[in-house]
């Protein structure tokens, strides 16, 4: 059996120059597309009030919580902010709840290319899922999504390192 490690390796850095070479012609790259994905999810997710979801969209999230959820380092973030800021992507607003910090939203130009960045991760889906049958695709997801999250775990109670 081939160790997982070593596919979650190949799967990393083929997802990454896939994401690099699809967002090319829009002046993104990988993690710019990545960082832009996270904003979506939390903009747009179906079982929240329609009210919940405006709040969210005006707030928006720290870069420190964004840069936490994609295990980022900080200057990568902050470099990934300021170009998706340059590029009209993202805004910068005062945040209310720490002055040390601003809270990013999506802008109207964003929201018009979600359409498209989801494409893009459909086709990776197709391309990663071609002679997967459905009941394997789910458990491969639920097995990978508990093996993402025991690593996290393991990290913060300094188990790995």
Known sequence: MEPIGKSVIVLEKY??????????????????GVVLLLLYEQAITPE???MAEMHRAVCGRTQEQMRCEVHYDKAVMTRTMQVLE?????????NPGDNRS???ALTGQALKFMPTLVEILKQW??????????ENAAIAAEVTARMAQNAVESVSKGDLI
């Open 125 to 134: 889906n197709s391309c990663l899922l071609r002679g997967v049958s459905a």
């Open 48 to 50: 929240k009030s329609v």
């Open 102 to 104: 601003y809270l990013f």
């Open 15 to 32: 997802f990454k120059l896939f994401l690099k070479n699809a967002l090319r012609e829009y002046d993104l790259n990988a993690t710019e």
């Open 86 to 94: 340059e590029k009209g992507y993202v805004m910068r607003n005062p």
